[in-house]
């Protein structure tokens, strides 16, 4: 099913801007649409973990396995396409903590560890004198901890905005501002998009709208059951750096893993290159309800000093949030849609979509532009298919 | 924390929110008055703390006498509870047609145990205000060029002068009652320069006089600063301003120019001059994030868009005073008291709604004569700091929207990094998104939001959640 023309990609963040990369290089004519302006959605509303320590053995693990490998070489071919201006992506591999307060979740969390290293995960569950070492301001009351080297972290707007511009470098249109608002079909088959700037017709359409890929693909004739499930950040005043990894608690990877639609708060925190430390997450299904509200901050809060006590007088001066493409069997929809020739999906990535946006676009770009092979992560996989009729 | 219901719930105790909590009382409503600042009375009834009165009040500040009165009123009347030192960190959008809910941390800010409090009040007035801003050129952040606002303050509450050649430059009457601030506390000012040129002055002041002289007291209260100033032969040149400032470690020179109507530097017409001290204000920004965190819809400047009652376009809430628009104190008193007098379920006086409308069209005749015209984009070089706190530059900020194409203020502040420290873009977020509008920007006015109204500590934030456990560091 090579589609070599011109393939139509609607959504401006970071998966859409990867696709678009990674298509233009592969030989298509690209045109990216988005309603908004670039990096506008959720991909300037998280953070840019690019982690490994919260996904258990699977077909996941493996795609963000494969990404951090696509990051590390993508440095260097961004600074050699783009003009010497342009910021660098901040692609930081400063490792990760785990860390669980409480018996039970120690537990859990040394088997979590164990399985994980069946996969090639780097987990090493660390001893008090090397956790203090590794950070000496972690509260004493913990019960386990794992360090995981291999998680890191990328800016994701400026990793949004880096894979558009080569994409632009390479030919593709990118418009900002423009609506899609449904399919230009030829019978069964999908041939373009109207949207609110006319008509633009294409040989391939794919569906990149983040959380709102579910309104979206209804639009163009196929249901998809991607929700928005809301997290809240916040971010403290500069201050002298006393934290070194990214620490969490060992809460996080059940968060992760649930799909409750009540809220759930784990802490990730983590110092920034400016100085601020910046205080993750929540993730709770409120469908697009946009407020920050206080007992989300409060909730956090509580969470963060629970890792680190000395936070307790470092003030917050900035919260913002964002919808995670949510899918209900936990893994992103990536391939060709059967039900609607020429529609392809790339979604559902809820929190990782940030880290996973490389692999993803490496394997749309295979089907798209080679031979289908082996793909976990199609439309019509089994653990979807009761999701999809419930959408229809 | 404790939640405590309330009928009208006012933020802000200067001229605006005072004169609000005053009316709301006179229709019978039960009031709270949140003021984050020691003592009510805002920008315009700054004033020394009472045990350092100098006596001399009556003089600096224009109605004292009327302050006073509405400030004993306020803390006598039980129906009233004034709140000092009450720091509004978050405002929430309840989900019907309710008031917002508005947390609250009261205590001085770097106080150790600040009270946590939880407003759910029936109607609600923003009275915020609004503060100055300034544009950026060459050296301006440099020591020894000031706010017009910091100068007055230092003035009017310290009694200490920038300065002994002091050279005032911006935009507006404003910049008068600065000049006469600095007069008395000993400086020698060499001369006002106010940007907008003779011909804009004229139009924004001499048409439609007899207008004008229904504000006989602002007229009067203007009149009053400007025959100081001739009386201290204070040079006031129009269309001219301040478009470099030089020197080593503080300011030693300024470079002058005239200006265009669109206050583009003439070419030809710069010149040095000696100082050891700056004072500029170029016009006003709202404080409007409470305002835009509960989704009150704003104007094209970022003012808060209010009917003839006061309201906004949310249910139940009010705005009045600078959030609406830049009048002065005259105009926040009108607009306080039709909010307070809404609010309370009466109908504001009919004297005060005509009061009301005539300093409005002041306002707007201020805005046409004064209001900040976009050559100034042409003043800042490459290297001129945009954002104080972040360290960046114009010409960063220039370079990568150039280099992104970005359209939406959200990615560029997270690539460029301009508005994201300590001050959250309240100093330069309007210079910021006007620097880069020539990209076509899509979410304009965005630099202006802060769920987090004012940084709280992670602690004090923690303590107000019931699920908090118990840690032993
Ligand atoms: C609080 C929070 C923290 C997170 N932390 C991390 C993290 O640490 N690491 C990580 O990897 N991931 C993280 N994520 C998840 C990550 O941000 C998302 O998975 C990722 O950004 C999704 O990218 P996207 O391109 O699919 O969606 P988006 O960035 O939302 O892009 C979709 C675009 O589609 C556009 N669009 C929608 N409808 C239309 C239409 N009809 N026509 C045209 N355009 C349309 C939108 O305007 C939008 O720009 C986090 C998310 C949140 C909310």
Known sequence: MAERGRVIVIGAGIIGAAIARSLVRGGSDVVVLDRGPSAGGTSSSGEGNLLVSDKGPGSELELMQRSLELWREIGPQLRDELPSGFPGLELEYKGGLVVATTEQGAQGLREFAAQQRTAGVLAEEVGEEQVRQLEPDLTRNYTSAVYYPQDAQVQPVIATESLLASARSGGAQVHQGVEVLGAVTSGSRITGVRTSNGDFLGDAVVVAAGPWSGQLAAKLGASLPVKPRRGTVMVTTRMPQRIQHKVYDADYVGAVGSGAADLQVSSVVESTAAGTVLIGSSRERRGFDDRIEARVLAALAAKALLLFPFLSDVAVMRAYGGFRPFMPDHLPVIGADPRVPGLWHATGHEGAGIGLSLATAEILTRELLETPGENPFRVDRPSLQPYLEEAA | ?473
């Open chain 2, 1 to 473: 924390m404790s939640e405590k219901a309330c009928q009208v719930l006012i933020i802000g105790g200067g001229p605006a929110g005072m004169s609000a909590a005053r009316a709301a009382l006179a229709g019978g409503a039960q009031v709270v008055l949140l003021e984050a600042g020691d003592a009510l009375g805002g920008q315009f009834w700054r004033h020394l703390p009472e045990s350092r009165k100098g006596g001399e009040e009556q003089v600096l500040h224009h109605k004292w006498r009327h302050f006073n009165t509405v400030q004993r009123e306020l803390r006598d009347d039980p129906g009233c509870e004034v709140v000092l030192g009450a720091h509004v960190w978050a405002i929430e959008r309840p989900d019907g047609g309710q008031a917002p809910a508005v947390h609250v941390m009261v205590g001085p800010p770097d106080g150790a145990d600040r009270e946590p409090r939880t407003y759910l009040p029936q109607s609600i007035i923003f009275a915020t205000g609004g503060q100055e801003r300034t544009l950026p050129f060459p050296g301006w952040d440099l020591p020894g060029v000031y706010t017009a606002g910091a100068a007055q303050a230092l003035a009017k509450g310290e009694r200490v002068a920038v300065g002994q050649r002091v050279l005032v430059a911006g935009a507006g009457p404003f910049l008068l009652p600065v000049v006469t601030s600095l007069i008395r506390t000993g400086a020698t000012v060499i001369g006002v320069a106010e940007a907008s040129g003779w011909k804009r002055l004229a139009k924004g002041w001499l048409s439609r006089p007899w207008e004008l002289a229904a504000t006989r007291s602002k007229a009067g209260e203007l009149g009053g600063y400007l025959r100081e100033m001739v009386h201290h032969r204070v040079p006031y040149r129009a269309g001219t301003t301040v478009i470099a400032a030089h020197g080593e470690e503080s300011v030693e020179s300024v470079t002058l120019a005239r200006l265009d109507a669109d206050w583009k530097p003439v070419p030809g017409t710069q010149r040095r001059v000696e100082v050891d001290a700056v004072c500029v204000s170029h016009g006003f920004v709202p404080r409007t994030e409470l305002a835009l965190t509960v989704g009150c819809t704003v104007d094209a400047h970022g003012f808060v868009v209010v009917d003839d009652q006061q309201r906004t376009s949310v249910e139940n809430v009010f705005c009045a005073g600078e959030l609406t628009g830049i009048g002065g104190v005259d105009l926040a008193l009108a607009e306080g008291e039709i909010a307070g007098a809404t609010a309370a379920g009466t109908q504001p006086r009919a004297s005060v709604v005509k009061a009301r409308n005539v300093f409005r069209a002041f306002a707007e005749r201020l805005q046409t004569a004064h209001g900040i015209r976009p050559g100034w984009q042409t003043w800042p070089e490459p290297g001129t700091t945009l954002c104080r706190c972040e360290d960046v530059t114009v010409g960063e900020v220039r370079e990568v929207a150039a280099a992104t194409q970005a359209r939406g203020l959200r990615s560029l502040k997270l690539t460029t990094r301009a508005g994201l420290g300590p001050c959250q873009g309240r100093t330069c977020g309007r210079n910021t998104e006007e620097i880069l509008s020539s990209c076509g920007l899509l979410d304009p006015g965005r630099t202006a939001r802060r769920p987090i109204a004012i940084p709280v500590r992670l602690g004090e934030l923690a303590a107000t959640t019931s699920s908090q456990r118990e840690e032993t560091p």
